[in-house]
Protein backbone atom coordinates (compact mmCIF):
# COMPACT_ATOMS: atom_id res chain seq x y z
CA UNK A 1 0.00 0.00 0.00
CA UNK A 2 0.94 3.42 -0.72
CA UNK A 3 2.15 5.38 2.15
CA UNK A 4 2.00 9.18 2.65
CA UNK A 5 5.56 11.12 2.86
CA UNK A 6 3.78 14.54 4.24
CA UNK A 7 3.94 15.87 7.89
CA UNK A 8 1.48 14.27 10.34
CA UNK A 9 0.11 18.25 10.86
CA UNK A 10 0.05 19.10 6.97
CA UNK A 11 -2.66 15.93 7.39
CA UNK A 12 -4.63 16.97 10.54
CA UNK A 13 -4.39 20.85 9.06
CA UNK A 14 -6.31 19.58 5.97
CA UNK A 15 -8.85 17.39 8.07
CA UNK A 16 -9.62 20.53 10.07
CA UNK A 17 -10.66 22.29 7.69
CA UNK A 18 -12.64 19.60 5.64
CA UNK A 19 -14.78 19.33 9.37
CA UNK A 20 -14.90 23.07 8.85
CA UNK A 21 -16.46 22.92 5.78
CA UNK A 22 -18.77 20.63 6.51
CA UNK A 23 -19.64 22.42 9.62
CA UNK A 24 -20.70 25.08 8.10
CA UNK A 25 -22.42 23.84 4.20
CA UNK A 26 -23.37 20.15 5.65
CA UNK A 27 -21.61 19.15 2.63
CA UNK A 28 -18.18 18.94 0.74
CA UNK A 29 -17.09 17.69 -3.07
CA UNK A 30 -13.80 16.27 -3.48
CA UNK A 31 -12.84 18.03 -6.64
CA UNK A 32 -13.27 21.36 -5.25
CA UNK A 33 -11.38 20.28 -1.80
CA UNK A 34 -8.85 19.57 -3.51
CA UNK A 35 -8.60 22.58 -5.84
CA UNK A 36 -8.83 25.00 -2.88
CA UNK A 37 -6.23 22.76 -0.68
CA UNK A 38 -4.18 22.33 -3.96
CA UNK A 39 -3.78 18.45 -3.48
CA UNK A 40 -4.53 15.91 -5.79
CA UNK A 41 -8.64 14.03 -5.38
CA UNK A 42 -7.07 10.93 -3.95
CA UNK A 43 -5.11 12.89 -1.19
CA UNK A 44 -9.11 14.69 0.02
CA UNK A 45 -10.27 11.16 -0.34
CA UNK A 46 -7.70 9.62 1.88
CA UNK A 47 -8.83 11.85 4.09
CA UNK A 48 -12.34 11.58 4.16
CA UNK A 49 -12.19 8.25 4.38
CA UNK A 50 -9.65 9.07 7.52
CA UNK A 51 -12.98 11.07 9.14
CA UNK A 52 -15.47 8.28 8.33
CA UNK A 53 -13.36 5.64 9.81
CA UNK A 54 -13.74 7.72 13.49
CA UNK A 55 -16.89 8.17 12.77
CA UNK A 56 -17.03 12.32 11.85
CA UNK A 57 -18.53 12.08 8.27
CA UNK A 58 -20.67 9.89 5.49
CA UNK A 59 -18.50 9.32 2.54
CA UNK A 60 -21.00 9.71 -0.11
CA UNK A 61 -20.18 10.01 -4.02
CA UNK A 62 -17.93 12.61 -4.95
CA UNK A 63 -17.85 13.92 -1.46
CA UNK A 64 -18.89 13.99 2.10
CA UNK A 65 -21.78 15.21 4.33
CA UNK A 66 -21.43 15.72 8.12
CA UNK A 67 -22.53 12.76 10.38
CA UNK A 68 -25.12 13.85 13.40
CA UNK A 69 -26.62 11.84 15.70
CA UNK A 70 -29.64 11.26 13.44
CA UNK A 71 -27.36 9.54 10.74
CA UNK A 72 -28.85 5.73 9.90
CA UNK A 73 -25.33 4.61 8.03
CA UNK A 74 -24.44 3.99 11.89
CA UNK A 75 -24.45 0.57 12.96
CA UNK A 76 -27.37 0.55 15.48
CA UNK A 77 -28.62 3.85 14.22
CA UNK A 78 -31.72 2.55 12.33
CA UNK A 79 -34.94 3.72 13.77
CA UNK A 80 -33.47 6.43 16.24
CA UNK A 81 -34.00 9.64 15.81
CA UNK A 82 -35.69 9.07 12.16
CA UNK A 83 -39.13 10.86 11.90
CA UNK A 84 -40.36 10.98 8.52
CA UNK A 85 -39.54 8.23 5.33
CA UNK A 86 -39.29 10.62 2.25
CA UNK A 87 -38.98 9.11 -1.20
CA UNK A 88 -36.72 10.55 -3.90
CA UNK A 89 -37.16 10.01 -7.88
CA UNK A 90 -34.31 11.45 -9.70
CA UNK A 91 -33.62 11.00 -13.91
CA UNK A 92 -30.00 10.65 -13.42
CA UNK A 93 -27.92 9.14 -11.25
CA UNK A 94 -24.84 9.67 -13.26
CA UNK A 95 -24.94 13.85 -14.42
CA UNK A 96 -26.11 16.65 -12.57
CA UNK A 97 -27.82 14.57 -10.28
CA UNK A 98 -25.39 13.38 -7.76
CA UNK A 99 -24.67 17.01 -6.90
CA UNK A 100 -27.82 17.30 -6.10
CA UNK A 101 -28.30 14.21 -3.91
CA UNK A 102 -24.97 15.11 -1.45
CA UNK A 103 -27.12 18.33 -0.53
CA UNK A 104 -30.55 16.49 -0.05
CA UNK A 105 -28.44 13.78 2.15
CA UNK A 106 -26.79 16.44 3.90
CA UNK A 107 -30.17 17.79 5.10
CA UNK A 108 -31.75 14.37 5.71
CA UNK A 109 -29.01 13.57 8.22
CA UNK A 110 -29.61 16.92 9.96
CA UNK A 111 -33.48 16.99 9.67
CA UNK A 112 -34.07 13.40 10.47
CA UNK A 113 -35.17 12.57 7.37
CA UNK A 114 -34.91 8.84 5.35
CA UNK A 115 -34.57 9.22 1.94
CA UNK A 116 -35.73 6.19 0.29
CA UNK A 117 -33.54 7.26 -3.67
CA UNK A 118 -34.61 5.56 -6.58
CA UNK A 119 -33.24 6.44 -10.17
CA UNK A 120 -35.44 6.62 -13.26
CA UNK A 121 -35.01 8.11 -16.75
CA UNK A 122 -36.46 10.97 -18.33
CA UNK A 123 -39.22 8.72 -19.50
CA UNK A 124 -42.66 9.78 -18.53
CA UNK A 125 -43.59 6.23 -18.58
CA UNK A 126 -40.99 5.37 -16.38
CA UNK A 127 -41.01 7.84 -14.00
CA UNK A 128 -44.98 7.08 -13.41
CA UNK A 129 -44.12 3.73 -12.83
CA UNK A 130 -41.60 4.63 -10.56
CA UNK A 131 -43.36 6.61 -8.62
CA UNK A 132 -46.43 5.11 -8.45
CA UNK A 133 -44.22 1.90 -7.05
CA UNK A 134 -42.64 4.02 -4.63
CA UNK A 135 -45.88 5.16 -3.32
CA UNK A 136 -47.47 1.96 -2.88
CA UNK A 137 -44.48 0.18 -0.99
CA UNK A 138 -46.15 2.01 1.59
CA UNK A 139 -44.62 4.08 4.35
CA UNK A 140 -43.88 7.27 2.72
CA UNK A 141 -44.11 10.89 3.95
CA UNK A 142 -43.58 12.55 1.38
CA UNK A 143 -41.71 12.54 -2.01
CA UNK A 144 -39.29 15.17 -3.64
CA UNK A 145 -39.21 14.46 -7.35
CA UNK A 146 -37.95 15.64 -10.73
CA UNK A 147 -40.63 15.07 -13.52
CA UNK A 148 -41.24 15.88 -16.98
CA UNK A 149 -43.52 18.71 -17.43
CA UNK A 150 -43.65 19.57 -21.02
CA UNK A 151 -46.17 18.19 -23.86
CA UNK A 152 -49.50 16.08 -22.51
CA UNK A 153 -47.76 13.11 -21.24
CA UNK A 154 -46.23 15.68 -18.97
CA UNK A 155 -48.80 17.53 -18.25
CA UNK A 156 -50.86 14.54 -17.00
CA UNK A 157 -48.13 13.52 -15.19
CA UNK A 158 -47.77 16.87 -13.32
CA UNK A 159 -52.17 16.41 -12.50
CA UNK A 160 -51.01 12.69 -11.04
CA UNK A 161 -48.80 14.35 -8.68
CA UNK A 162 -50.96 17.11 -7.98
CA UNK A 163 -53.77 14.47 -6.78
CA UNK A 164 -51.52 12.25 -4.69
CA UNK A 165 -52.24 11.50 -0.57
CA UNK A 166 -49.25 12.76 0.48
CA UNK A 167 -46.55 15.73 0.26
CA UNK A 168 -45.09 16.58 -3.28
CA UNK A 169 -42.02 18.83 -3.47
CA UNK A 170 -40.39 18.84 -7.25
CA UNK A 171 -36.80 20.05 -7.83
CA UNK A 172 -35.32 21.56 -10.40
CA UNK A 173 -38.23 21.58 -11.85
CA UNK A 174 -41.88 23.84 -11.93
CA UNK A 175 -45.51 23.39 -13.33
CA UNK A 176 -46.17 25.83 -16.13
CA UNK A 177 -48.44 28.41 -14.81
CA UNK A 178 -51.54 27.80 -17.01
CA UNK A 179 -51.76 24.36 -15.39
CA UNK A 180 -53.05 26.23 -12.38
CA UNK A 181 -51.75 23.24 -9.91
CA UNK A 182 -52.20 24.59 -6.34
CA UNK A 183 -50.63 22.21 -4.02
CA UNK A 184 -47.24 21.27 -5.76
CA UNK A 185 -44.21 22.87 -4.17
CA UNK A 186 -40.96 23.06 -6.02
CA UNK A 187 -37.45 24.44 -5.44
CA UNK A 188 -35.55 25.15 -8.74
CA UNK A 189 -32.56 26.86 -10.61
CA UNK A 190 -34.09 30.45 -12.01
CA UNK A 191 -32.90 28.84 -15.56
CA UNK A 192 -34.64 31.77 -17.07
CA UNK A 193 -32.06 34.26 -15.07
CA UNK A 194 -29.23 31.91 -16.22
CA UNK A 195 -30.04 32.74 -19.98
CA UNK A 196 -30.01 36.72 -19.12
CA UNK A 197 -26.88 36.28 -17.26
CA UNK A 198 -24.91 34.89 -19.65
CA UNK A 199 -26.12 37.13 -23.00
CA UNK A 200 -25.10 39.86 -20.19
CA UNK A 201 -21.57 38.26 -19.64
CA UNK A 202 -21.11 38.37 -23.25
CA UNK A 203 -22.38 41.93 -24.22
CA UNK A 204 -19.95 43.03 -21.15
CA UNK A 205 -17.26 41.46 -22.74
CA UNK A 206 -18.12 43.54 -26.20
CA UNK A 207 -19.79 40.66 -28.43
CA UNK A 208 -22.20 42.08 -30.69
CA UNK A 209 -22.98 38.67 -32.72
CA UNK A 210 -23.72 35.73 -30.54
CA UNK A 211 -25.51 32.38 -30.79
CA UNK A 212 -26.94 29.55 -28.50
CA UNK A 213 -27.15 25.37 -28.90
CA UNK A 214 -29.29 24.00 -26.61
CA UNK A 215 -30.02 20.48 -25.46
CA UNK A 216 -32.94 19.11 -27.62
CA UNK A 217 -35.86 17.97 -25.31
CA UNK A 218 -34.24 19.50 -22.18
CA UNK A 219 -36.73 21.03 -19.72
CA UNK A 220 -33.47 23.40 -18.71
CA UNK A 221 -33.25 24.26 -22.54
CA UNK A 222 -36.65 26.49 -22.86
CA UNK A 223 -36.31 28.14 -19.97
CA UNK A 224 -31.81 29.25 -20.77
CA UNK A 225 -33.84 30.63 -24.37
CA UNK A 226 -36.65 32.78 -22.64
CA UNK A 227 -34.04 34.77 -20.55
CA UNK A 228 -31.49 34.55 -23.71
CA UNK A 229 -34.20 36.11 -25.90
CA UNK A 230 -35.59 38.37 -23.44
CA UNK A 231 -31.75 39.51 -22.91
CA UNK A 232 -30.52 39.28 -26.63
CA UNK A 233 -33.11 41.89 -27.59
CA UNK A 234 -32.98 44.44 -24.90
CA UNK A 235 -29.15 44.46 -25.03
CA UNK A 236 -29.53 45.12 -28.98
CA UNK A 237 -27.68 41.92 -29.77
CA UNK A 238 -27.81 40.07 -32.97
CA UNK A 239 -28.65 36.06 -32.56
CA UNK A 240 -28.25 34.76 -36.15
CA UNK A 241 -26.61 31.12 -34.92
CA UNK A 242 -29.50 28.86 -33.17
CA UNK A 243 -29.88 24.72 -32.93
CA UNK A 244 -31.43 22.33 -30.70
CA UNK A 245 -30.06 19.50 -31.03
CA UNK A 246 -28.31 16.83 -28.96
CA UNK A 247 -24.96 15.90 -30.31
CA UNK A 248 -24.02 13.13 -27.82
CA UNK A 249 -26.72 11.40 -29.11
CA UNK A 250 -26.11 11.30 -32.72
CA UNK A 251 -23.04 9.08 -34.25
CA UNK A 252 -19.66 10.16 -34.84
CA UNK A 253 -20.38 11.55 -38.22
CA UNK A 254 -23.31 13.20 -37.99
CA UNK A 255 -22.16 14.69 -35.08
CA UNK A 256 -19.13 16.16 -36.57
CA UNK A 257 -21.10 17.50 -39.36
CA UNK A 258 -23.21 19.14 -37.23
CA UNK A 259 -20.55 21.37 -35.29
CA UNK A 260 -19.34 21.61 -38.61
CA UNK A 261 -22.40 23.02 -39.90
CA UNK A 262 -22.85 25.75 -36.23
CA UNK A 263 -19.10 26.59 -36.90
CA UNK A 264 -20.03 27.40 -40.40
CA UNK A 265 -22.76 29.72 -39.75
CA UNK A 266 -20.75 31.19 -36.88
CA UNK A 267 -18.18 32.33 -39.60
CA UNK A 268 -20.58 33.35 -41.96
CA UNK A 269 -22.64 35.49 -39.77
CA UNK A 270 -19.64 36.70 -37.54
CA UNK A 271 -21.13 35.43 -35.07
CA UNK A 272 -17.84 35.66 -32.15
CA UNK A 273 -19.50 33.82 -28.85
CA UNK A 274 -22.07 31.25 -28.08
CA UNK A 275 -23.95 29.89 -25.13
CA UNK A 276 -23.92 26.26 -24.95
CA UNK A 277 -26.38 23.79 -22.86
CA UNK A 278 -24.65 21.59 -21.85
CA UNK A 279 -21.38 21.13 -20.63
CA UNK A 280 -20.68 18.22 -23.14
CA UNK A 281 -21.82 19.61 -26.23
CA UNK A 282 -19.57 22.61 -25.54
CA UNK A 283 -16.40 20.60 -24.83
CA UNK A 284 -17.28 18.46 -28.04
CA UNK A 285 -17.86 21.90 -29.65
CA UNK A 286 -14.76 23.54 -28.33
CA UNK A 287 -12.78 20.53 -29.00
CA UNK A 288 -13.23 20.41 -32.28
CA UNK A 289 -13.08 24.18 -33.28
CA UNK A 290 -9.41 23.76 -31.88
CA UNK A 291 -8.86 20.50 -34.10
CA UNK A 292 -9.65 22.68 -37.35
CA UNK A 293 -7.72 26.04 -36.39
CA UNK A 294 -9.96 27.86 -34.61
CA UNK A 295 -8.98 30.29 -31.55
CA UNK A 296 -10.79 29.48 -28.16
CA UNK A 297 -11.68 32.30 -27.42
CA UNK A 298 -9.86 34.89 -29.88
CA UNK A 299 -12.28 33.98 -33.12
CA UNK A 300 -15.02 32.14 -30.61
CA UNK A 301 -16.11 32.49 -26.89
CA UNK A 302 -18.23 29.87 -25.52
CA UNK A 303 -20.07 30.08 -22.55
CA UNK A 304 -21.38 26.38 -21.15
CA UNK A 305 -24.70 25.91 -18.76
CA UNK A 306 -24.60 23.31 -15.82
CA UNK A 307 -20.87 23.12 -15.36
CA UNK A 308 -20.43 19.74 -14.73
CA UNK A 309 -16.90 19.39 -16.42
CA UNK A 310 -16.27 23.15 -17.89
CA UNK A 311 -13.46 23.44 -16.18
CA UNK A 312 -11.91 20.40 -17.20
CA UNK A 313 -12.02 21.52 -20.49
CA UNK A 314 -8.64 22.81 -22.54
CA UNK A 315 -9.18 25.80 -22.27
CA UNK A 316 -11.31 25.99 -19.36
CA UNK A 317 -14.78 27.11 -20.08
CA UNK A 318 -16.59 29.62 -19.00
CA UNK A 319 -20.03 28.66 -16.95
CA UNK A 320 -23.20 29.40 -15.02
CA UNK A 321 -23.72 26.45 -12.51
CA UNK A 322 -26.86 26.07 -10.93
CA UNK A 323 -26.50 25.84 -6.99
CA UNK A 324 -27.50 22.18 -7.28
CA UNK A 325 -26.04 21.11 -3.91
CA UNK A 326 -28.13 23.65 -2.10
CA UNK A 327 -31.00 22.91 -4.45
CA UNK A 328 -31.34 19.19 -3.00
CA UNK A 329 -30.97 20.35 0.56
CA UNK A 330 -33.46 23.18 0.53
CA UNK A 331 -36.13 20.83 -1.03
CA UNK A 332 -35.44 18.43 2.16
CA UNK A 333 -35.76 21.80 3.97
CA UNK A 334 -39.22 22.56 2.75
CA UNK A 335 -40.84 18.83 2.95
CA UNK A 336 -40.24 18.80 6.86
CA UNK A 337 -41.58 22.13 6.53
CA UNK A 338 -44.25 20.82 5.09
CA UNK A 339 -44.98 18.14 6.81
CA UNK A 340 -44.06 19.64 10.20
CA UNK A 341 -46.82 22.86 9.17
CA UNK A 342 -49.13 21.44 6.86
CA UNK A 343 -50.76 24.70 7.10
CA UNK A 344 -47.78 26.76 5.46
CA UNK A 345 -48.81 28.83 2.47
CA UNK A 346 -47.40 27.00 -0.58
CA UNK A 347 -44.11 27.74 -1.09
CA UNK A 348 -42.49 27.96 -4.88
CA UNK A 349 -38.18 28.80 -4.57
CA UNK A 350 -35.72 30.18 -6.88
CA UNK A 351 -32.71 30.11 -6.61
CA UNK A 352 -30.05 31.84 -8.62
CA UNK A 353 -26.97 30.60 -11.14
CA UNK A 354 -23.89 31.32 -10.67
CA UNK A 355 -21.63 32.47 -13.38
CA UNK A 356 -17.67 30.96 -13.40
CA UNK A 357 -15.92 33.04 -15.71
CA UNK A 358 -12.57 31.10 -17.34
CA UNK A 359 -10.60 31.14 -19.87
CA UNK A 360 -12.97 30.54 -22.90
CA UNK A 361 -14.48 33.71 -23.36
CA UNK A 362 -12.80 37.44 -23.22
CA UNK A 363 -13.39 40.95 -24.01
CA UNK A 364 -13.55 41.26 -27.93
CA UNK A 365 -10.63 43.21 -29.73
CA UNK A 366 -11.94 46.31 -31.80
CA UNK A 367 -9.74 47.95 -34.82
Not at 75 to 82: F, K, Q
Not at 321 to 331: E, F, H, S, V, Y
Request: a negative charge; aromatic letters at 4%; glycine letters at 8%.
Amino acid sequence: MEQSSEPPAFGLSRREHILDELRRSGSVRVADLARELGVSELTIRRDIGHLADRGLVTRVHGGATLRSRLDTSVPGAAGRGIRYRVGMIVPSLSYYWPHIMIGSRAAATELGVQLVLRGASYSVDDQRRQIASLVESGGLHGLIVAPETLGPDGRALLHWLEALPIPVVLAERRVPSTLALTSLEWVTTDHVFGGSLAAAHLASLGHRRVGILTSEGSPTSWQLRRGWDRAVAELGLDCDVDVDATLDELDGVAREQLIADVLQRCRETATTALLIHNDPQAVLLEQYALDHGWAIPGDLAIVAYDDEVAESAEPPITALRPPKQDIGRLAVEMMVDRLESPRLPVRRTYVLPVLHRRASSTAVLHD
